[in-house]
């Protein structure tokens, strides 16, 4: 084991790893280095600190096994005298505390979703309030993931996500000014705004729905050329949000809002505060008013009461609508929501997974066939980074990680965090293969 070094694994989406992010600048200011998701090495994972800090997702059961099996796998290496001390935070340890206290002795501590400060203190090292906004970047340097919010004032009746996290709380727009301002000065050039749910931004806090005014403060900031809109919410959705992304040249015409499901019944029982028709009228809107936006939405399959008519509406809206980026998922029975309280778990797992496949052949067949329209196409492209045969980056429509990425041939020295202008020669259902315009 290594003194004075700390190995944080994050696990879950990219609210969790902004808290780590957050977490980690704290250890490196109390003299510590710090390793962030230590690679695999035949199948075993390579920690060797002296400190190991596990950021959990607790969100349906996939995530919390994965979790579990983390922490189960650092339990061994520390028995082995590997690492040290391992402390678990996040939102699992947040929903389950009791439970994980009792059934994992292994870990030295837990920690919740907002009490990880507490962390430093128990080590005794302080909590460096000057630096709190400040943060260890994991992604490369030139994009950054800004939370906005944390919380959830929703009730779907499936999602667990109000039962770990409490009601939404924003931040104030003028210390996310403050932030984008730092990241910026650090050579950030884009930004993944997120939050649970963005379009409820500013209600808590200013009376009013903000999130427009506040794209706007954010595009205003000199060294700001690209911002990503994530996790927004149908109902009473801010319109003029949508003229903002239209009128401002470094707002993506990029709209990531999770639908689940169009039959009303379906949006009834699933507590979504929203109809079929003011669902196909939401999109027409942002279609009309930010000519070629790109949307990407979550569908899901298998709720309680789901019948085969009502996915049958799925499967006509999304051949209507052909979003431009989709997934789904698999309805999962999560403790503590009203889905769990309310209904029984009736439809069989093989039956959602086969909606499931079925409704992601669908939708791999309409990406593919968007893809092959941007042949011949020039756009603005960030490079993300050099692989050996390729360059790889990104348009203002493909969010990192989960959205398809652009294959740039070497036949030019590019440099990774800038943006070319690169034109599209070939496409396939996940990427994009192009070469630079001079």
Not at 10 to 16: A, I
Not at 79 to 86: A, C, E, F, P, S
Not at 153 to 175: D, M
Not at 339 to 366: A, G, T
Request: aromatic letters at 10%.
């Amino acid at each position: 084991m290594k003194r004075n070094k700390v190995d944080l694994i994050t696990l879950g989406c990219s609210k969790n790893l902004v808290d780590s992010e957050q977490l980690m600048r704290q250890f490196v200011a109390n003299g510590y280095t710090v390793a962030h998701d230590p690679d695999k090495v035949n199948g075993e994972i390579k920690v060797n600190g002296e400190i190991v800090v596990v950021n959990t997702c607790g969100f349906i059961g996939d995530a919390q096994e994965e979790s579990i099996n983390m922490i189960l796998e650092l339990g061994e290496a520390r028995k082995r005298g590997q690492i040290g001390k391992l402390f678990v935070m996040g939102c699992l340890s947040e929903r389950f505390l009791k439970d994980l206290k009792k059934e994992l002795p292994e870990v030295d501590r837990f920690y919740g979703k907002f009490n990880w400060k507490q962390l430093l203190t128990d080590i005794g090292k302080p909590y460096h309030t000057d630096i709190a906004v400040d943060r260890v970047l994991t992604t490369p340097s030139h994009y950054a993931y800004l939370k906005i919010a944390e919380g959830c004032n929703r009730t779907c009746s499936y999602c667990s996500i109000p039962i770990i996290t409490g009601r939404y709380q924003s931040r104030t727009i003028e210390e996310i000014e403050s932030e984008v301002r730092l990241l910026v000065a650090r050579g950030v050039k884009e930004f993944q705004v997120i939050a649970q749910d963005l379009t409820y931004y500013g209600l808590d806090l200013y009376k009013k729905l903000a999130l427009p005014e506040l794209v706007e403060r954010i595009s205003d900031i000199p060294g700001v050329e690209w911002i990503r809109l994530h996790y927004g919410y149908p109902a009473r959705f801010p319109n003029d949000l949508l003229r903002v992304m239209r009128e401002r040249d470094n707002v993506c015409k990029y709209m990531d809002i999770a639908l689940q499901h169009i039959s009303d019944p379906m949006l009834q029982q699933m507590r979504r505060n929203i109809s079929k028709a003011e669902t196909y009228e939401l999109i027409e809107r942002m279609r009309a008013e930010v000519p070629g936006i790109h949307l990407r939405t979550t569908l899901m399959t298998g709720h309680p009461g789901e019948t085969e008519a009502d996915f049958e509406e799925m499967v006509e809206f999304v051949k209507q609508v052909r979003f431009e980026r989709m997934g789904a998922f698999a309805y999962s029975h999560e403790e503590g929501t009203y889905s769990h309280k309310k209904y029984e778990d009736h439809i069989p797992q093989e039956v959602k997974q086969e909606r499931l496949d079925y409704i992601m052949r669908l939708q791999q067949n309409i990406a593919a066939e968007q893809s092959a329209a941007k042949i011949g196409k020039i756009f603005k492209v960030m490079v993300d980074r050099e692989e050996p045969d390729y360059y790889i980056g990104r348009t203002e429509f493909d969010s990192p990680e989960v959205d398809p990425e652009v294959l740039i041939n070497k036949n030019q020295l590019l440099t990774p965090g800038e943006f070319y202008n690169i034109r599209i020669d070939s496409a396939d259902v996940f990427d994009l293969y192009g070469s630079l315009v001079k």
